[in-house]
């Protein structure tokens, strides 16, 4: 079945530094979506990529799908105390209306 | 947020007993999931309904059952919880599904003595 692998598990960073996190999908997929979860919350949805290739931004991160639409990262400049949490990436294969989780990286933040 | 309450909030429970989560939502989506999130391991999918009594196993379905009676409605039920369901557990609902995101609810805190 599709398995979505996601790199690193953990980042601390001081305040001020840049993160980036990797996501590897076994299969190709339709579209790639990224979430993110405060400590203690529900994981909440940030953005969903679509073509191959595509790059969106929002403020100071930056998301992107590989060509082979296979392989997205999420980057983040100069990180804030506020962006502290857990960032997934959930692919979706085909038609099939499932995500799959990547296990997600726990960014924290030191101020 | 969208609109999606789960019940209860947290429960503890002993080995053996029966269990049954709620997630309600008043959006009318179509789609609802059932996942439990453990350290290290994400959120995985235990069951999805894609409508009313439509329901479909995910890749951690067993020792769960699922039913969906009314759209705004899906239950999660551990007809006899084991220690291993200790989690916390969290409905998302879609509305077309396909390329759609998923709106979570605040999660369910279960432990299983």
């Keep these: 079945g599709q398995q979505v692998m996601q790199i690193p598990q953990y980042q601390h960073v001081q305040e001020g530094e ?16 990224w979430y993110k979860q405060r400590p203690g919350g529900h994981p909440v949805f940030l953005i969903q990529l679509v073509k191959s290739g ?14 082979a639409k296979k392989n997205s990262s999420l980057h983040i400049t100069a990180t804030q105390t506020t962006d502290v949490g857990t960032y997934f990436c959930a692919g979706q294969e085909g038609s099939n209306y ?8 726990l960014l924290t933040v030191n101020p | ?80 919880a084991t220690s291993s369901q200790t989690s916390v557990y969290f409905c998302a609902i879609s509305g077309t599904g396909m390329t759609d995101t998923q709106y979570f609810g605040p999660g369910t805190r279960l432990t299983v003595l």
Aim: a positive charge; charged letters at 25%.
């Design chain 2, 1 to 80: 947020d969208a609109g999606i309450t789960q019940s209860p909030r947290h429960k503890v429970t002993e080995t053996g007993t029966p269990v049954t989560l709620r997630c309600h939502q008043t959006e009318n989506h179509r789609y609802m999931y059932w996942y439990r999130q453990d350290p290290g391991h994400g959120l995985r999918l235990i069951h999805y309904s894609y409508g009313v009594k439509d329901t479909d196993k995910g890749e951690v379905s067993d020792g769960y059952s699922v039913s969906r009676s009314k759209t705004e409605d899906f239950l999660l039920t551990l007809e006899s």
């Design chain 1, 18 to 33: 840049d993160f980036t996190t990797y996501c590897n999908s076994s299969t190709t997929l339709s579209n790639i979506q």
């Design chain 1, 54 to 67: 595509e790059v969106k931004k929002q403020k100071r991160l930056t998301f992107q799908f590989g060509e």
């Design chain 1, 98 to 105: 499932k995500l799959t989780f990547g296990k997600g990286t």
